[in-house]
């Protein structure tokens, strides 16, 4: 079983949507939640960024950070078609200089 | 500011040959990480490098290695090429201490053949 678990989609929603893309996890040692956009043939772009539980908003985007149940989520509002990318979640120990990816989703805005 | 750079961006290399991928970080930042993506696997850690240091390694091979100079920039070289090794390989960038968001840069493209 891999650390970090993420659907990789494709999710395809209409745009205005609201989006919920979630990542669960089996190391109880992961305090820092990171989210990644990455569009084709480009390098991952840092989105959101959150240690420990709770929640963090950012414009249209907010992560959301459950320790207890290891589970993360990332809502987008009024979804754009310029969302439209792979969304990869990544954790970090704070303690091993390295992330943890999940395999990311797809997400496709239509007009 | 200058983001991470990555060159090339786009490698052909014959199986059995070796290769040398470059990365410059940001301007300040010291620590230096290597990934690989490819669509099977997803993005792995290779390793990570802070003043000149290796603090942690993946889990690869040792035909899989790198260096970081004084200045931070740093380069991952892959020896004897195997067509496995298709990928693309993503230089990060962070403040020293672990924990912080990385900035990725666009990647090198390696195609082995």
């Known amino acids: 079983q891999k650390e970090v678990e993420q659907d990789p989609g494709p999710l395809s929603v209409p745009e205005g949507a609201i989006v919920s893309l979630n990542c669960t996890y089996s190391?109880?040692?992961?305090?820092?939640f990171m989210w990644y956009r990455q569009y084709s043939r480009k390098g991952p772009e840092l989105l959101m960024y959150t240690y420990s539980s709770g929640n963090k908003e950012d414009g249209r985007f907010t992560a959301q950070v459950d320790k207890s149940s290891k589970y993360i989520s990332l809502f987008i509002r009024d979804s754009q078609p310029s969302d439209s990318a792979t969304y990869l979640c990544a954790m970090d120990t704070g303690t091993a200089s390295k992330l943890t990816f999940g395999t990311g989703t797809r997400l496709q805005v239509t007009l | 500011k200058a983001g991470v750079t990555q060159t090339p961006r786009y490698l052909i290399k014959t199986r059995g040959q070796q290769v040398t991928l470059s990365c410059s970080p940001i301007s300040g930042h010291r620590s230096v990480s290597w990934y690989q993506q490819t669509p099977g696997q997803g993005l792995q850690f290779l390793f990570e490098y802070f003043s000149e240091t290796q603090r942690n390694k993946g889990n690869f091979p040792g035909r899989f290695s790198g260096r970081q100079f004084s200045n931070s920039r740093s380069e991952m070289n892959v020896s004897t090429l195997e067509l496995g090794d298709s990928a693309l390989y993503l230089c990060?960038?962070?403040?020293?201490?672990?924990?912080?968001?990385?900035?990725f840069g666009s990647g090198t493209r390696l195609t082995v053949v």
């Open positions: 990060a960038s962070s403040l020293a201490v672990s924990g912080y968001g990385y900035t």
């Open positions: 190391n109880s040692a992961f305090q820092y």
